[in-house]
């Protein structure tokens, strides 16, 4: 059985830090991609970042606009992924939710990816 674990989450003040894990397991992940949505209340739910495999002996990143620059995504091992999350704003309050998918691209169109965790609750305090 697949599942997908945060941890990491928590209180923060605006302007702290905090860096979110993502353990997969169940099967191999090497050669998915996996990444960071977050939803806050209210909202949809929108992609942060993702990591895939370029097949050629790395993964590269992709992150959204208006985390760049604060927000960095890495993975550990095959199975596991982070978030460092820096210069944290009110506006990143936000459940944060680790995906997985063989396909990249399905981090475009939400209800296409395969693995969802549960979540992990992020609250920025201004």
């Known amino acids: 059985q697949v599942q997908l674990v945060e941890s990491g989450g928590g209180l923060v003040q605006a302007g702290g830090s905090l860096r979110l894990a993502c353990a997969a397991s169940?099967?191999?992940?090497?050669?998915?991609?996996m990444g960071w949505f977050r939803q806050a209340p209210g909202k949809e739910r929108e992609f942060v970042s993702l990591t895939r495999w370029t097949g050629v002996g790395h993964y590269i990143g992709n992150t959204a606009r208006s985390v760049k620059g604060r927000f960095t995504i890495s993975r550990g091992d095959k199975n596991t992924v982070f978030l460092q999350m820096s210069s944290l704003k009110p506006d990143d309050t936000a459940v944060y939710y680790c995906a997985a998918d063989p396909d990249y691209k399905a981090f475009s169109t939400i209800p296409s990816i395969h693995y969802w965790g549960q979540g992990t609750q992020v609250t920025v305090s201004s």
């Open positions: 169940g099967r191999t992940f090497e050669a998915y991609a």
